[in-house]
């Protein structure tokens, strides 16, 4: 059994950052894709970024330029490092490993607000 915790939430002003990590229960993440879903209140979870087993990046538009996803495999983790964040940011933060049947962290809370 997979198991993802993610951590590195919390309470930020606009314009500030966070880094947001994933890490696994084994070495896995450089065998699967690893994604960063987030979920706004009343709003469907969306997809934010992914990484590929070959490393390579892939980011949902309005987050490209402000959002880097990376990996470090010795660590078993991945990381979702956020700049520039302002208030349409604010969600819950998933992880998702794209193994079997896909396998979900339990979330870690971001909040943009002054």
């Known amino acids: 059994q997979v198991q993802l915790v993610e951590s590195g939430g919390g309470l930020v002003q606009p314009g500030g950052s966070l880094r947001l990590s994933c890490t696994a229960s084994g070495s896995i993440f450089r065998s699967y894709t690893t994604a960063w879903y987030r979920q706004a209140p009343g709003k469907q979870r969306e997809w934010v970024a992914h990484i590929t087993s070959d490393g390579v990046t892939y980011y949902e538009d309005v987050v490209k330029g402000r959002f880097t996803i990376s990996r470090d495999n010795a660590k078993n983790s991945v990381y979702l490092q956020m700049n520039s964040l302002n208030t349409e940011d604010t969600a819950v933060y998933y992880c998702?490993?794209?193994?079997?049947?896909?396998?979900w962290g339990q979330g870690t809370q971001v909040t943009v607000s002054s």
């Open positions: 998702h490993l794209s193994m079997r049947g896909g396998y």
